[in-house]
């Protein structure tokens, strides 16, 4: 190992990037070179959806309109969560994804380079073409992200535009999941079987698989909203013989997926930051591969829950209940497996650490409202209240971006060849911890009390938890500043990293020096698993 | 690691990943069919077939007593007055019921409407026979003419037993609006 490592070295001072300037980028086929630029545009686009966020929210502030019309409103809160989904965090995940499954699994780079760099560089268009959507007659869909028809079908002049935006950021993540299927199975080094794998590269494993699954059944859907608004057709159109309900059966056939799309990857970080700062390994590796297996099977047949309220046979309702609520023993194992890795072991609290423990009880939060929800007497209640909306942002905030931001921290001497700074770090989390709790938390009260989701007025008994939320809200936006900040000082200088970064966490990344070299693993490296052959 | 026989594995797994992405695209497509006959089978949705039930009439069975309530809408922009002639109607079930919903076309052109029906809850769709009914045939109307239009029903003595309310909603759409279908 150590000669491979010297050799990388060597070879590094003679191959770096083949064009310099902008067009390293545009051209860019070199997976690290790609993961940044993933990592740079998911941060930009944080920001472009949180903003929206901060709309809706100073919006809620008080009861009555303040800011914004209500057709407004809701364009915010349809752009806020795809801009959240399509563009900020699947896109982080494929940034994580090309950076480290390469240098995880011992390959040179992505197999199919030329295709990540296609993948990558329709994303920036697909989203000036949504964003573009807002500045168009009519403005942009307002029919929140699940685009119902009938309603986003009285979208204006935006409607076609919007949907080839979603079109051209499903093409983007199919072909980033391919290319990322053909790279663990092809490119793995030869000594290190499949379940061998570190948990992050089975995770998007199997998450590249559910996107090949389900991203074209939603290209499907929006396709026939577009042939149903232009072409005369009646796939939803109730007067034609269509229906609408068919659309939620296939827009949610994608979309419980495509939740899992979003958190999987995040689990893969959480098993890999959890057992570096315990000095321990991960407790139980196969059973969390087969648990992740599982879920994914699973997410794949419990759709309708996101629409007892339809109305469907008993028989369905008891179905999708019942299989939904299966999903919590995988997840629960997941989640034990965590805790069982941090029993005993030697703990410390560096940041990205205390992301993964802060995502560990977050997101079990997260999960324990989606059983609630499983149930459909009480999903009558619950359904489009702000308690969905509490729910859901406790599993993509502190769950997805809690897992991004802590692989963020974990990489990020890796990437930079500096250590971040541990104590504004520990600030950022602090302060990222407590008002996204603030912000989400007492939504829980106000969903259960009754208030419904995307409407920019309320009753008035909801306006001091209301407050909360929104103040909540914008100290979490600002704080993300600060994770900038600490980003671009680690970019540009900070104490030296050494290859292994922490205290010596298990793979193949960390045996590559810090910042790893341009091109790494040319030569297939021997993987040993340091815990013996038990995984 | 671009020798051939690499580069060659990789292209015969993208080809299949690819096929699969394809395949999976005409799955969307797939999905509307499969849905048709989902809905047929278990009544979801509440669909009905647009043609008369042949059935013979007979003797009420039970003493059960079952509401019906009758609902027509109009979508937004719809060029109709559109009722029915009575809310609701109570009956039993093995007996056949006349009732009329009433249309108006409120334009000066000719019109063409079609009524598209649906039953909540959805399970007893099989279980309402229409054996005449003015959503069997589209319906021409003259400038600002009204009419009323006839529909004849009976309700299944077969339909389960924790059911005793049924709901026909009609929608009334100008064909013109809409392809036909």
């Known amino acids: 190992m150590s000669a491979t490592v010297a050799d990388m070295h060597d070879s590094h001072d003679h191959h770096g990037p083949v064009h310099t300037g902008i067009k390293r980028w545009l051209f860019a086929t070199n997976h690290k070179d790609i993961g940044t630029l993933y990592l740079v545009f998911a941060l930009v686009m944080l920001f472009v959806g949180g903003l929206m966020a901060l709309i809706i929210r100073a919006e809620l502030f008080q009861p009555g309109l303040q800011f914004v019309d209500p057709d407004f409103f809701n364009q915010m809160t349809t752009m806020h969560a795809l801009i959240m989904v399509f563009g900020m965090i699947m896109p982080a995940f494929a940034g994580f994804a090309n950076w480290m499954i390469p240098m995880m699994i011992g390959a040179p780079d992505m197999a199919l380079p030329r295709l990540n760099n296609w993948s990558f560089w329709l994303l920036p268009f697909a989203a000036t073409l949504l964003v573009s959507t807002l500045f168009m007659p009519g403005g942009a869909p307002a029919s929140g992200w699940t685009l119902y028809p009938p309603l986003v079908l009285q979208t204006g002049d935006a409607f076609p535009f919007a949907i080839f935006a979603i079109h051209l950021l499903g093409i983007s993540s199919i072909m980033a999941a391919i290319n990322i299927i053909v790279t663990i199975l092809n490119l793995r080094t030869p000594s290190m079987s499949l379940l061998q794998m570190p948990m992050f590269v089975w995770s998007w494993l199997i998450t590249a698989y559910l996107l090949i699954l389900v991203m074209p059944v939603l290209a499907g859907g929006v396709t026939m909203l577009l042939m149903d608004q232009f072409f005369g057709t009646s796939f939803f159109e109730a007067a034609g013989g269509g229906d609408p309900v068919l659309f939620q059966h296939i827009f949610w056939f994608f979309g419980h997926p495509e939740v899992y799309i979003i958190i999987l990857p995040a689990f893969g970080i959480i098993s890999h930051v959890i057992p570096a700062f315990s000095r321990k390994p991960l407790f139980g590796h196969n059973a969390m591969v087969y648990a992740t297996a599982c879920i994914a099977f699973l997410s794949c047949v419990v759709w309708a829950h996101h629409m007892f309220t339809v109305g469907m046979p008993l028989a369905g309702q008891m179905f999708f209940m019942f299989a939904t609520m299966l999903i919590a023993i995988p997840t629960g194992v997941k989640i034990f497996n965590w805790t069982a890795t941090m029993w005993q072991g030697a703990l410390t609290f560096e940041t990205p650490m205390l992301f993964a423990i802060a995502f560990l009880f977050l997101f079990t939060i997260g999960g324990f409202t989606g059983v609630m929800m499983a149930m459909v007497p009480l999903d009558f209640q619950y359904h489009d209240s702000y308690f969905i909306v509490a729910h859901f942002h406790y599993v993509l905030v502190p769950g997805a971006l809690f897992g991004a931001i802590a692989g963020c921290y974990f990489w990020l001497p890796k990437w930079t060849g500096h250590m971040y700074d541990e104590r504004l770090g520990k600030i950022h989390f602090w302060l990222t911890t407590i008002f996204v709790n603030l912000t989400f938390f007492p939504q829980h009260f106000v969903g259960l009390a009754g208030m419904p989701r995307r409407i920019p007025d309320y009753a008035v008994q909801f306006t001091n938890f209301n407050m909360m939320s929104s103040i909540g809200a914008f100290g979490f936006g600002f704080s993300q500043l600060l994770l900038v900040y600490v980003i671009y000082k680690c970019v540009k200088g900070g104490a030296k990293a050494t290859a292994e970064v922490w205290d010596n966490p298990e793979g193949l990344e960390w045996t590559v020096p810090s910042p790893a070299p341009y091109h790494t693993f040319e030569v297939p490296p021997v993987y040993t698993p340091r815990y013996g052959a038990t995984h | ?181």
């Not at chain 2, 008369?52 to 719809?78: K, Q």
């Not at chain 2, 019109?111 to 009914?133: D, Y």
Request: proline letters at 6%.
């Open chain 2, 1 to 181: 690691m671009n020798d051939k026989p690499a580069a060659r594995e990789n292209s015969r797994l993208l080809i299949k990943l690819v096929g699969l992405a394809l395949g999976m695209f005409a799955f969307g497509f797939l999905l509307v069919p499969i849905y048709d006959v989902f809905c047929d089978i278990t009544g979801l949705g509440g669909k009905f077939d647009l043609e008369a039930a042949v059935v013979e009439t007979r003797v009420p069975v039970d003493d059960r007593i079952i509401t019906v309530e009758f609902v027509a809408s109009l979508n937004e922009y719809a060029p109709w007055e559109f009722h029915p002639a009575v809310a609701s109607m109570e009956v039993r079930p093995g007996q056949m019921y006349d009732t009329t919903f009433y249309a108006k076309n409120l334009t000066d052109r000719e019109l063409v409407g079609q009524a598209v029906p649906s039953i909540a809850p959805g399970q007893a769709v099989r279980f309402f026979q229409k054996t005449e009914c003015f959503c069997f045939t589209s319906q021409k109307f003259t400038a600002q003419e009204g009419r009323d239009m006839p529909l004849q029903f009976v309700v299944d003595p077969e339909l389960p037993e924790y059911i005793d309310r049924l709901t026909l909603s009609y929608t009334f759409f100008a064909t013109n609006q809409v392809a036909q279908n």
